[in-house]
């Protein structure tokens, strides 16, 4: 097990989504502009998303079921097969963060808005928590040890936020420091 894909990704890069974006009868408002987004354009991203990874699946011979679930104000899509079937080709981690950028610009060139849409497949996601539950649970045993603090390694943002949860989960306090490609969390004892 590694402890970090330095993978970037557009949580780590400025992105700024469009001015402004236009409704079917093409009007806009302030508040759509700056609003997160609703459950309806959450399952219209799902849609997009699903559509583009279906069809990567038949260009590669790939069988896969794919689930679609809006929450946190984010799309996931999971795509998952059963036993005996060649979808862990594309469930490493790099090759996951690849593919979730490339259908979120999909997703992005269908709506005009920068979507955060989460890609998991074949359960990619729950292999990366475990991983990530495993550092903090390193780090959790070096401030017991004596550490006023333990840094993680960089990762994004969506595993940051991953990683914050299960820090405070365990009763410690986290934050991430750092810019860019580096921004990483550190742990330490709640004050």
Request: glycine residues 8%; contains cysteine.
């Amino acid at each position: 097990m590694t402890d970090v894909q330095n993978i970037p990704t557009p949580d780590d890069i400025a992105v700024e989504a469009p001015a402004f974006v236009r409704d079917a009868a093409g009007d806009t408002t302030a508040a759509e502009r700056s609003a997160a987004p609703t459950q309806a354009q959450l399952e219209q991203e799902g849609d997009i998303a699903a559509d583009y990874i279906e069809e990567f699946l038949d260009i590669c011979d790939l069988d896969g079921d794919i689930d679609i679930d809006a929450r946190n104000g984010r799309a996931y899509l999971s795509v998952n097969a059963g036993e005996g079937a060649n979808i862990s080709v594309l469930s490493r981690p790099d090759t996951v963060n690849a593919l979730q950028e490339l259908t979120r610009l999909a997703v992005q060139s269908k709506t005009g808005v920068f979507s955060r849409l989460i890609l998991d497949i074949g359960g990619s996601r729950d292999a990366r928590e475990a991983e990530l539950t495993a550092l903090v649970t390193r780090a959790i045993e070096r401030i017991e040890a004596g550490a006023s603090s333990a840094a993680l390694p960089a990762m994004s943002s969506y595993e940051r936020k991953l990683v914050h949860d299960i820090v405070g989960e365990r009763g410690y306090t986290s934050e991430s420091d750092g810019e860019g490609r580096d921004r990483h969390t550190v742990i330490s004892r709640r004050a």
